[in-house]
């Protein structure tokens, strides 16, 4: 239950987010063919091949494909629609008629979550991973078969576009893959900058989060005492500084791998374009070996996407067993 209200918060946000490409840059002008030809007929061939290079790939902003009551639908607020959809009712599926030996996708989901569980817990402990289980499991979740889904063919590549040189060329792609769009990507990591947040005022209470971040970490006296409280305080404000950007690097991380990997899929396809046999035979050939690696890829920037969120909760709000003890006290 906690998995499908988590993902459809994901989506929510997601549409909120990708109101316009505001963290996307604008696509490439196009190169000055006319002004060209005017001075150079070969400097022409040249500029028009570079500018049918450059329609090939991947948009660097999701496309608008619609609007629901007045508000914006991109083409990868659709893909991450659809696999969150897909995973609650598969999940709800699996789980419908529990069976004590579990088998089918029954038993893949209990493996799934029992290895995350027990993976967690090792990394916060029991009590800190019972209270965060579920994002940390959700997110991994989500994340892989997102990353997953954008590798099916056809996302990314049918949409709407025009007749080049080359072949059709797609301008408008119908579907993208939900981490290939950097909106989505810092929707999750400004959600989990936020629960990080609630975890450490609950796990230290405020004057224990200012004390974590400014206050000294060894008991001291004299005059060494107030010089280290100087020194702490400025660490202090350089830790804020690198909490500012985690969002930042956590998004990028994702967006990038993610973005890159799409690109050089439909790189790789577009490789050899005459003649039409050829380009037949060789756009299915060349990026099967790809597939795999971006499989790889897909699977690890989820991993890292997750143990690295674990890694900032943990260090927030893990405490050493005489300190537990002592704020218990308090």
């Known amino acids: 239950m906690k998995t499908g209200i988590i993902l459809l918060l994901l989506g929510v946000v ?76 598969g999940t ?14 029954q038993n893949f989901w209990e493996w799934l979550v029992e290895g995350l569980y027990e993976f967690l817990e090792s990394i916060l402990g029991a ?26 063919p ?33 929707a999750m990591a400004a959600i989990f900058m936020v629960l990080w947040l609630i975890w450490a005022l609950w796990s230290n209470g405020p004057w224990g989060f200012l004390m974590h971040l400014f206050g000294p970490k ?11 409280i100087v020194i702490f305080f400025v660490v202090g404000i350089l830790e804020l500084v690198s909490i500012a950007f985690r ?24 490789t050899v374009t005459h003649p039409a046999w050829a380009k037949a035979v060789f756009s299915v050939l060349l990026p099967v070996p790809f597939y795999f690696l971006e499989l790889l890829v897909g699977l690890v920037q989820a991993f890292v996407f997750m143990l690295l969120t674990t890694v900032f909760t943990v260090l927030i709000c893990a405490h050493e067993e005489g300190e537990g003890h002592a704020a218990e006290q308090h």
């Open 154 to 186: 056809g996302v990314g590549t049918i949409g709407w576009g025009h007749e080049g040189p080359n072949g059709f060329v797609v301008e408008q792609p119908l579907l993208r893959g939900g981490n290939a769009d950097l909106n989505m990507t810092f």
């Open 127 to 152: 009590e800190l991973g019972r209270r965060t289980f579920w994002f940390f499991a959700t997110i991994f979740i989500f994340i892989l078969f997102t990353n997953w889904v954008g590798l099916i």
């Open 218 to 228: 060894a008991e001291m006296a004299g005059l060494i005492k107030y010089f280290m």
């Open 14 to 89: 997601c549409l909120g987010l990708s109101d316009g490409p505001a963290f996307a840059a604008e696509a490439n002008a196009p190169v000055p063919v006319e002004r060209a030809a005017q001075t150079d007929p070969g400097s022409a061939q040249a500029a028009a091949a570079t500018a049918e290079e450059k329609e090939h790939g991947l948009p660097e902003n999701a496309v608008e494909i619609g609007h629901v009551f007045g508000l914006p639908i991109t083409n990868s607020m659709l893909v991450t629609w659809v696999v969150a959809l897909g995973l609650i009712v």
């Open 247 to 270: 969002p930042v690097s956590l998004s990028f991380r994702l967006f990038g791998n993610i973005f890159a990997g799409e690109n050089l899929l439909e790189s790789l396809a577009n």
């Open 92 to 105: 709800r599926l699996a789980m419908r008629k529990m069976k004590e030996i579990p088998d089918g996708a």
